[in-house]
């Protein structure tokens, strides 16, 4: 594993992203919810 992050990369591809898509993640982020409920893992989606 500590030979793959030590060699040094020569070129960085940057990405270039919509802001519609920026703005859809960050919404979607931050009307998510996690609830642990007897050793289950459920997700919610708040509206």
Do not use: A, C, G, P
């Amino acid at each position: 594993m500590e030979n793959i992050y030590s060699e040094e990369q020569e070129t960085v591809k940057t990405v270039k992203t919509r802001r519609e898509k920026v703005d859809f993640l960050l919404n979607y982020s931050k009307s998510l919810r996690v609830v642990d409920y007897k050793n289950h893992k459920f997700e919610v989606t708040l509206n």
